[in-house]
């Protein structure tokens, strides 16, 4: 099955920085690739989504990037808020939807 | 649009007893529903895939005698977590696809936290 990785497992940042979350996946079927946020206690929001036929997505402060040869993707969160400190998941499906979640990555942002 | 609702939101039981949890798909038709469990600060694990009328199918590992999914129209799927024991405490999110602009899109509720006495 699709095995997804993602890095880092936490990261801390200034209040206006930059945040980039990467992962990777195993199998070069998948061509979905969502971004979910997390609040402790919440559901999973998605935030932004590209699909395998687009190399990059931008939506106000969020990007995503997508390298299918290389297999790995990234979340670009830039001038970053307190709002923003949340666990960010990465996920892959392929045709048949079914959705293969990295662990996460919990953000902070420093005020 | 596109919500999923959940319920209950969260739930106390006895060991050895049943529970039942709810997901709504509140205003669109869910072709596909999807059940997850996250453990703490642990990520969400595909539990099982359900379209209506159909049976589910279950991950690996997730066994389908102690939890029973069924998805009896477009709106509504349920799932049973039978006999449950201490190690069934968990977070169970449900998710609904088939609304918003891609039938891809996995839209999830707020979640159902079980713990188990």
């Known amino acids: 099955g699709e095995n997804v990785e993602q890095h880092p497992s936490t990261l801390s940042v200034q209040e206006g920085d930059s945040a980039v979350i990467k992962c990777t996946y195993s199998?070069?079927?998948?061509?979905?690739f969502p971004w979910y946020k997390q609040e402790l206690g919440k559901r999973p929001q998605l935030i932004i989504d590209i699909r395998s036929n687009v190399g990059e997505k931008k939506d106000q402060r969020i990007a995503v990037t997508l390298n299918k040869t290389a297999k790995h993707f990234s979340l670009h969160i830039t001038e970053t808020q307190p709002e923003d400190s949340a666990v960010y998941f990465c996920?892959?499906?392929?045709?048949?939807?079914?959705?293969?979640f990295g662990a996460g990555t919990t953000v902070t942002v420093r005020a | 649009g596109a919500v999923v609702s959940q319920h209950p939101s969260w739930v106390i039981c006895k060991s050895g007893t049943s529970v039942k949890i709810e997901c709504r798909s509140l205003?669109?038709?869910?072709?596909?529903m999807f059940w997850y469990r996250q453990f703490p600060k642990q990520s969400l694990m595909l539990m099982a895939t359900s379209n209506e009328g159909s049976k589910a199918t279950y991950e690996q590992g997730v066994e389908k005698d102690k939890f029973l999914i069924n998805h009896a129209s477009l709106t509504l799927s349920t799932l049973t977590v039978t006999s449950a024991h201490p190690e069934d405490s968990s977070f169970y999110i449900c998710?609904?696809?088939?609304?918003?602009?891609?039938?891809?899109?996995?839209?999830f509720g707020p979640g159902t936290r079980l713990t188990v006495l």
């Open positions: 205003d669109f038709q869910a072709t596909t």
């Open positions: 998710s609904a696809s088939g609304g918003g602009a891609s039938t891809d899109t996995q839209y």
């Open positions: 996920a892959a499906s392929r045709d048949d939807y079914k959705l293969s």
């Open positions: 199998d070069s079927a998948s061509n979905y």
